[in-house]
């Protein structure tokens, strides 16, 4: 199994590069995830990051993409309150490469 | 996960025959299932130790449960019709993706063990013991068949690939290697009822959502129903369209539909989804199981029809095999087609004239239709052949003003695949992104010739696919829609809701 070292803990990853426990979530682990993708977290990813957890929590499952744009749009503006600026953040996909950064499971399905 | 590098095809100036490069797309295949997952699916956990023997007894129990199989298996001529028909073999130009190859995989070990010339003199006749080579080979060339079935229109024989390729996936889970993609969503099914693994409480949560969106977009009180007993039609649809852009315009497309016809519908949280990926990995055990959760939900709401939303191979399983899996449906209102495609349903009531649609709504658009696979050859719609080609079209233009069909050879029963089908994930980006390039250079000459803007569809997987290669070859992400979605945009409501249609 895969693994990425979080300030000298090794935190496990599946070979999609998921996290494999998702209470070993930090957020130097969402920095380290997306390092491997050449990102660099801004506020505005930490936005989306957040509220992704907090969907979570609530429904054990990440938030349809519509669901993301509208609580984005009402948090950082309306003209951000779209998939097309979530790409521009996450551009391997809002659902998939954010889900990734903040400690959710992979989405499955015909997605 | 680290970004994968690799050359995007190409355009072609015309079509060619590719230059073959032999082993190209030679590799370890997809991500290989987990243990739990393949155990919900009743299958070992792993690859078990005496591998061989149980192939080998699985294979015969195979060709006797199918006829069809042992034919595919003994008619090849190997005349050379099929070898430049599949999508993934122009896209690669890996010879094992030749459809002739990719069976002879298989046939040779067929060959080996099931025929007198293969057990006296394998060497003459191309048949091959079931080494653990072959089986690698298996695991990685028939996860570059998404079971499209285009190269059967051109085979004289009618031989299906895609049943072979069915067989050696259940050989392959029979003996503890199943793909995780197709696994884990089968596996989440059984346990949450949808493919996303979306519980009830989030799919409410985004029911509302919507319906909150139609008030804003319209100003009416438009329902999305879930689990309401005693409702006259349950909408079996993706769970994709719950999530997914832009599939979810889709939905909103259906429930502006059924508003308008004053129809009593329900969504059912217990089978909150269309596909059925028992079908993907060809298990007839699996696609019952996934099947009977329709029977189940209809029966528990008490409803009176089922209506499929858009979902390709779904389609394949509702139109052609729901009644033998899972039947009789006697218990259903027998005056409507058991079950009803979404796009008979719209087009019956815009025939009617129940359903107004406004085309000037979609005069920032022009369209073309990607015919998906599994509707275009193994389905129907409405009572005349050919209906599944031309139900969607006339609903496309009836919403707008601009249509334009792609080229004859690459639509209707000549379809290209997406690329996407049950192989629909990352690990195979390099796959599906290659194995677009030939619906891509149709769309190209269509954007070309016509300015079309938009393709429209009616499958969640070609929706996924597309929006995510598309912008390989220079389109943007959202020129793929839901057909439902030039429904939604065009339909003219009314608050005087007319009489169920």
């Not at chain 2, 050696?168 to 029979?174: G, Q, V, W």
């Not at chain 2, 055990?285 to 528990?300: H, L, P, S």
């Not at chain 2, 696979?373 to 601009?402: H, L, S, W």
């Not at chain 2, 269509?446 to 569809?457: I, P, S």
Request: aromatic fraction near 10%; hydrophobic fraction near 35%.
């Amino acid at each position: 199994m895969a693994s990425i070292d979080v300030n000298g803990k090794s935190v496990e990853v599946d070979e999609e590069g998921y996290l494999v426990d998702l209470t070993k979530w930090t957020k130097e682990a969402a920095e380290i995830l997306s390092a491997q993708d050449e990102l660099v977290l801004t506020d505005n990813h930490w936005e989306v990051i957040t509220f992704l957890r907090e969907y979570y929590e609530e429904y054990q499952i990440a938030p349809a993409v519509r669901v993301l744009t509208k609580a984005i749009g009402k948090k950082l503006g309306p003209e951000k309150g779209n998939s097309k600026y979530l790409y521009e953040l996450f551009p391997y996909g809002p659902a998939k490469q954010a889900c990734r950064f903040a400690g959710l499971p992979k989405p499955t399905g015909c997605v | 996960m680290a970004k994968v590098k690799f050359d995007i095809p190409e355009f072609r100036p015309y079509p060619t025959i590719p230059i073959l490069k032999p082993g190209v797309m030679k590799g370890n295949g997809p991500f290989v299932a987990k243990p739990d997952m393949q155990e919900a699916l009743g299958f070992p956990g792993e690859l078990i130790d005496d591998w061989h023997d149980v192939a080998i007894d699985k294979m015969g129990d195979l060709l006797k449960k199918y006829r069809s199989l042992r034919v595919f298996l003994d008619s090849c001529v190997k005349c050379g019709a099929c070898t430049d028909k599949c999508h993934y073999m122009i896209g690669t130009n890996d010879p094992k993706n030749m459809p002739v190859a990719r069976q002879d995989l298989f046939r040779q070990v067929y060959r080996r063990h099931f025929t007198l010339a293969g057990k006296l003199f394998p060497k003459l006749v191309g048949a091959k013991d079931l080494t653990r080579d072959v089986l690698d080979d298996w695991y990685n060339y028939f996860h570059q068949c998404s079971q499209c079935r285009r190269c059967s229109v051109f085979c004289p024989y009618g031989i299906d690939t895609a049943e072979i390729s069915m067989a050696a996936r259940e050989i392959l889970d029979t003996v503890g290697k199943g793909q995780k993609y197709c696994n884990e969503i089968i596996a989440k099914v059984y346990k949450i009822g949808n493919n996303l693994g979306l519980p009830k409480p989030a799919l409410a949560n985004t029911l509302e959502g919507l319906e909150e969106d139609m008030k804003d977009e319209t100003g009416i009180d438009i329902k999305m129903p879930l689990d309401v007993e005693g409702a006259d039609i349950l909408l079996i649809t993706p769970s994709a369209d719950f999530f997914a852009e832009p599939h979810i315009d889709g939905l909103i497309g259906y429930a502006k539909v059924f508003y308008q016809a004053g129809a009593s519908w329900t969504i059912s949280s217990y089978a909150s989804e269309a596909a059925n990926f028992g079908m993907f990995i060809g298990s007839y055990e699996n696609m019952r199981e996934v099947a009977e959760r329709i029977r189940k939900a209809a029966i528990d709401l008490k409803v009176k029809r089922i209506v499929f939303g858009e979902c390709g191979h779904a389609w394949r399983v509702g139109y052609s095999f729901l009644n033998t899996l899972v039947g009789p449906f006697d218990f259903l209102d027998t005056r409507y087609p058991v079950p009803q495609h979404i796009c008979e349903y719209t087009y019956d009531l815009i025939q009617k004239g129940v359903v107004k649609l406004d085309k000037s709504a979609n005069d920032h658009r022009r369209l073309t239709f990607h015919d998906s696979c599994n509707v275009a050859r193994a389905t129907r719609m409405g009572d005349k052949p050919g209906g599944q080609f031309d139900i969607p079209r006339e609903i496309i233009k009836a919403c707008c003003n601009y249509y334009y069909d792609m080229e004859p050879d690459t639509i209707k029963d000549q379809t290209y695949c997406c690329g996407g089908g049950g192989l629909l994930t990352d690990d195979l980006i390099e796959l599906r992104v290659k194995g677009a390039l030939p619906r891509m250079e149709a769309l190209k000459q269509v954007v070309d010739d016509h300015g079309v803007t938009h393709m429209a569809a009616i499958c969640a997987i070609c929706k996924s696919q597309f929006s995510k290669v598309l912008p390989y070859y220079g389109f943007e992400m959202d020129t793929i829609l839901s057909v439902h979605q030039l429904v939604s945009d065009a339909i003219v409501l009314t608050t005087e809701v007319k009489t169920p249609g």
